[in-house]
C-alpha cells in the first residue's frame, strides 16, 4: 500500500568523528521542528511510502511493551534495594 506523507526537510550541522570536521547533513522530520543555528529549514515536499499489505502493528506493540515492563522491573528492583539498604542502616543504629 503506497502512502503520501508531508515531510519537512532540514540540514542539520553535525560532528563527524571520522574526519574531525563539522558537516551539514539532511534531515526529514514528519512535522516542523524548531530551527536554529545548527538546523536549517529547506523545504516541505510530499513523499510517498510503501506499507506491505500483511503489515501488522501488534508484534512491534508487544516487543515495545516487553521493553517497557522490563525497565519498569529493573527500576523497581533497584527501589526495594534502596528501601531496604536504608531500613537496614536505620535498624543497625543502637541508640544509648
Request: aromatic fraction near 12%.
Amino acid at each position: 500500500m503506497k502512502k503520501a506523507i508531508k515531510q519537512y526537510v532540514y540540514m542539520s550541522q553535525r560532528w563527524n568523528i571520522e574526519t574531525h570536521a563539522s558537516e551539514w547533513v539532511p534531515e526529514v522530520w514528519s512535522f516542523k521542528v524548531d530551527a536554529g543555528e545548527y538546523r536549517v529549514f529547506v523545504s516541505e515536499q510530499m513523499g510517498e511510502i510503501d506499507i506491505p499489505d500483511n503489515w501488522d502493528p501488534v508484534p512491534g506493540q508487544v516487543a515495545a511493551l516487553e521493553e517497557e515492563k522490563r525497565t519498569a522491573l529493573t527500576e523497581y528492583q533497584k527501589r526495594v534495594e534502596q528501601i531496604n539498604r536504608q531500613l537496614s542502616n536505620l535498624q543497625a543504629i543502637e541508640y544509648s
